[in-house]
């Protein structure tokens, strides 16, 4: 039996049955972003002033990775031409390009997270806080049996509320070197994992969620540019617009980014 | 919507983008980023009415 639509629009629809099907997608996933953004503004206005941290992104890295999405948009979109004009090499190299750049993305990411796992804050015994990189820990760390000594590179605080704005002048004046703090010290300890704050949670949520979109469009272009590719030569109209359907996903992928790095890193 | 009409979107939208990151640059007093993204702006808006040229044939559908 031969699936109805695939190439021809459909009279009643006016487009052809895969596009109305990820647009329909596409429509659920604005709700499901969408109700992460409104988590993301509730929470942000409901924060005590001063509450709210700046300046806990790398805004050089969020700018790179905006970028290689960019480039994504045009390498889809140039792919898709391709087969339009029924240059397959052309389209093979396009979607690679695409592929690499993804990959590349979600490289930065992981780095962007394994930064923020590997970043410490303790609270101490004499109330101060002590703040940085993991380094180092003796082999006895053990903070509930109170043993052993961890090194941070980083610096010791008064306050608290001097971690939360990194743009202010006394945060950027902050001299940073090598701390080791015995466990006995230490109150309480913790990294900058989605469970340290508001920020951190809603930050990993959002941004784990998008990866995850990343990670699957990676998928699908890949299985395309590679096995799928096999369509090209007994269908070749109906490979091109599943390469359509798989540029918009990517399209709104890339558009929830252009959302995202704005009010994560630059706020 | 085509793929055409949705890379337009996008390319509005990045445009948009670029030139906020200008304004909040310049807030913030990093000039070289400012006037990187006001360039990265006009290389959009360019790069948009090329793209649009190129693909004049295909439907916004």
Known sequence: MEIPYTVQNRPDTGIYNAKLGVWLFLASEVMLFGGLFSAYVLLRVGAAPGDWPHGWL?????TVNTLLLALSAITTLLAWAACKVREFGKFKFFHAC???????????????????????EAQLTNGKFADGHFVKESKDFNLAKKTGTITLHGHIVEDRKELVDLRSPVAKAAKHEEITIAATDIKKLGNYGPAHNTFTAIYFTLTGLHALHILGGTLVIFYLWGPGSRMWKTDPERFTNRIEVSGLFWHFVDLVWIFLFPVLYLT | MSLKAFHLIFVTLFTALSFGCAAWAFQSGSVLWGVTAVVAGIFVIIYGVYFLKKLKSVSYL
């Open chain 1, 58 to 62: 790398n805004v050089t890295l969020g």
């Open chain 1, 98 to 120: 695409t592929i690499l750049l993804a990959l590349t993305f979600l490289g930065i990411k992981s780095y962007e997270y394994h930064d923020k796992l590997t970043h410490y």
